[in-house]
């Protein structure tokens, strides 16, 4: 599996896995992200690969103390399921 990777130039964080890339698409304003759309290649369906990366997408949001707006159905989906994850809601 690959690491997440933040790409700011896209406004997104990155998965490549076999060659495809899964984002997830976000937008940055005064210490707030807010996650706006996941986009997981359906090569790559199935696989755990959408929970990967927002896991690591929150992970890194954590390191960096923001706070977190989850628009995105997937990534609130993500933080319901994962209440450790519940404190990095605004």
Sequence with gaps: ?????????????????????????????????????????????????????VKGALDDVRARHLKVVAQCPFVKAYIDKHADYADLLK
């Design 1 to 53: 599996m690959g690491t997440v990777q933040d790409n700011p130039a896209e406004s997104r964080y990155e998965l490549t896995v076999d060659g495809h890339l899964a984002g997830a698409y976000y937008k940055l304003a005064d210490g707030v992200i807010t996650f706006v759309h996941t986009e997981v290649p359906k090569e790559l369906g199935g696989r755990g690969i959408g929970s990967q990366l």
